[in-house]
């Protein structure tokens, strides 16, 4: 599968840390640059992949971009876990020739939430589901409107590993979900929440927004503003 175009939106300040954003089935990373270069966020560059084009279950194998293959929605497993791989490995590559000494994170939507958690469950581990090294030391993740796939296993694989079960407890999670969320429902959100924290992410925000749908609003990214702001210690903060 080939990634389409990656956009780029530069620090409009000192470059002090860079997010990975990845968009929701069917879209593209221009509209989350546009998104991402409204935010009072001056000391972040963001970088918004495209997810290749391919068949999608769920939509009866008509070809969009998809970060990989969904069928019925579930967070216990995906049918996909070979594509899902690919594009957590192909994030965490955009991201390992950042500058040492900026801070490392990747945000998504949706579709993109899901690869941004399965990201954050592969730093944890230090590898991917292959066994090959997870390359990148996160210090954010944040998930909107989401679902963590391959859950099953996970907290077995964390309590399983002193260092892992240390990578979990330290990295901050930020999960925001809306309650009249009609494509992935609220009830995914909260179990992702649930099964992260008992798997040890303690340092993990679940927020609810009251009759929220599929989409984001202004007071939610302000959240996460505020949020990046505080965990990653950024100057100029309000925090």
């Not at 929605?73 to 590559?93: F, P």
Request: one cysteine or more.
């Amino acid at each position: 599968m080939e990634f389409g175009r990656t956009y780029v939106v530069r620090p409009k300040g000192k470059h002090q840390a860079t997010m990975v954003w990845l968009h929701g089935l069917g879209d593209n990373g221009s509209s989350s640059s546009q998104l991402l270069e409204s935010l009072a966020l001056p000391n972040i560059k963001w970088i918004c992949p495209t997810a290749p084009t391919r068949p999608v279950a769920i939509l009866g194998g008509f070809p969009c971009a998809a970060w990989f293959d969904a069928g019925e929605l579930s967070d216990d497993t995906t049918n996909d876990l070979e594509g899902l791989e690919a594009s957590v490995a192909h994030i965490a590559n955009l991201l390992s020739t950042e500058p040492a000494d900026v801070k490392l994170g990747i945000g998504g939507f949706s579709m993109g939430a899901a690869t941004a958690l399965y990201s954050a469950t592969c730093f944890a581990h230090g590898k991917y589901g292959n066994g090959n090294p997870y390359p990148v030391n996160l210090r954010a993740v944040i998930g909107l409107s989401g679902w963590l796939p391959g859950s099953r296993n996970m907290r077995n694989k964390i309590e399983g590993s002193h260092e892992a079960a240390r990578c979990a407890a330290s990295l901050p999670i930020l999960l925001c979900h809306g309650k009249c969320d009609e494509v992935v429902p609220y009830r995914y959100g909260e179990r992702a929440s649930c099964v992260l924290s008992s798997a040890g992410f303690r340092n993990l925000q679940f927020k609810a927004y009251d009759g929220l749908g599929h989409y984001t609003v202004p007071r939610e990214m302000d959240e996460v503003c505020n949020w990046l702001n505080a965990r990653l210690c950024l100057e100029g903060s309000r925090r």
